[in-house]
């Protein structure tokens, strides 16, 4: 009898396993290649920027009125041109839009609302007493009268009661300081750097603004629905004062439809003006400033002959069109898509000024379909901009198999 001795070592080391073992290896180095390269994603990709420019304004120059300080810009284009030293200056009841629009926020209303009911109190009665006696614009009232957020906006911006600022800053924040601390932040969440709060009416020499921070400001009482429609109201009739007229003299003539006057020993004469107009057929708010007129009337006077003589001085330019061409993306693995712009790019120029447009292309990780958002166009001129988004006219897919494959 024979008797094998089986040799576990020299089994697993013999030439032909060790061979087996290194093909497996192999096989399993691919497996774990091919599934990580599939995993892994797709290199990011960028566009190349097409051959575009703004082109320039052929416009007259602005004339300015011979105040201390103006600005004219446009609703959702911001400030187009500014005139004299902009810097910071009292702006008297100017500042009751920043009351309003405040209010607005704190306490939201719709069109065709009249918003709760704020009672008259007796704090109220001695505010009116108050301003009454330093000879400022006030608006009659009794105890326990009942006035609606509409009715109270209204005696606010119209007769420009700086009784009823007070009053309104009490119910809307607490008290007129809690009032002069979120309007300061709101100024600060605009942009409005050369603007401060000292008081809700605008008595206060310091309560200051500058013609271009005002513009602005100007551009987001009239993006209020319920603040566009009130300070395009000549008269209303209101609890215990009666018909009451609004200030600005001006509304209807030359389009004007807004926004607020004002007038103090230290501001001079202030005019806060919005008007609807068209400019090479589109339909158009302007917003400007005058500040430091010799009074309301001369304020009021000069606006109109502003309008008068350049409401026609205003030009749009098309910048790029709707589905035009930005750029193109090409992938490592042959495909391609157009950026194109998602509308037309119009802005408005005045004083022959000649746009910078800016293209800025996102890195795109594929797969992307089309009318994806891949980057911006913004063109800027001073201080005014806006912008379009650019967006992919066609899918473009992941890399195929075997693409990724041989591209790790």
Not at 392 to 398: E, G, H, P, R, T
């Amino acid at each position: 009898m024979i008797t094998k001795t089986f040799d576990k070592y020299h089994v697993v080391n013999s030439p032909r396993n060790k061979k087996l073992f290194g093909v497996f290896l192999i096989i399993l180095l691919i497996i774990i290649y091919i599934i990580v390269a599939l995993i892994l994603p797709p290199p990011k990709i960028k566009a190349t920027e097409s051959s575009i420019q703004a082109p320039t304004a052929n416009t007259p120059a602005i004339s300015w009125p011979k105040d201390q300080q103006e600005a004219i810009g446009a609703s959702g284009f911001g400030v187009l041109a500014t005139d004299g030293e902009q810097k910071s200056a009292p702006i008297a009841s100017i500042a009751k839009t920043m009351l309003a629009l405040a209010v607005i926020k704190q306490k939201p209303l719709s069109t065709g609302k009249q918003g709760p009911t704020i009672t008259i109190t007796s704090k109220d009665v001695e505010l009116f007493n108050t301003y009454f006696a330093q000879n400022g614009s006030v608006v009659p009232v009794e105890l326990n009268e009942q006035l609606t957020e509409y009715q109270i906006l209204q005696a606010l911006l119209l007769p420009s009661g700086d009784n009823i600022a007070d009053t309104l800053a009490n119910w809307a924040f607490g008290s007129v300081d809690n009032y002069l601390t979120y309007a300061n932040n709101l100024a600060k969440d605009l942009n409005l750097e050369q603007t401060h709060f000292a008081d809700a009416s605008g008595l206060s020499p310091q309560t200051v603004s500058s013609a271009q921070d005002l513009v602005i400001l100007g551009e987001n009482i009239m993006a209020e629905e319920v603040l566009a429609e009130i300070v395009n109201q000549s008269k209303v009739t209101l609890p215990v004062v009666g018909q009451v007229g609004n200030y600005n003299t001006l509304l209807g003539q030359e389009n004007i439809v807004g926004i607020k006057t004002g007038n103090t020993d230290e501001a001079g004469g202030c005019f806060l003006f919005a008007i609807k107009n068209k400019i090479n057929e589109k339909d158009v708010t302007l917003i400007g400033v005058i500040l430091g007129a010799t009074n309301r009337n001369q304020a009021l006077a000069d606006t109109k002959k502003f309008l008068q003589n350049n409401v026609k001085n205003f030009q749009f330019v098309k910048v790029a069109e709707a589905g035009q061409v930005i750029g193109t993306f090409n992938t490592p693995w042959g495909k391609s898509g157009n950026v194109v712009a998602e509308k037309d790019l119009d802005f408005l120029l005045v004083n022959n000024q000649k746009p910078d447009l800016k293209i800025s292309f996102d890195q795109i990780l594929p797969p992307q379909n089309k009318g994806a958002k891949v980057g911006t166009a913004t063109v800027t001129s001073g201080m005014a901009q806006a912008s379009i988004n650019l967006i992919l006219d066609n899918k473009i897919s992941k890399p195929p198999f075997f693409w990724k494959i041989f591209h790790p």
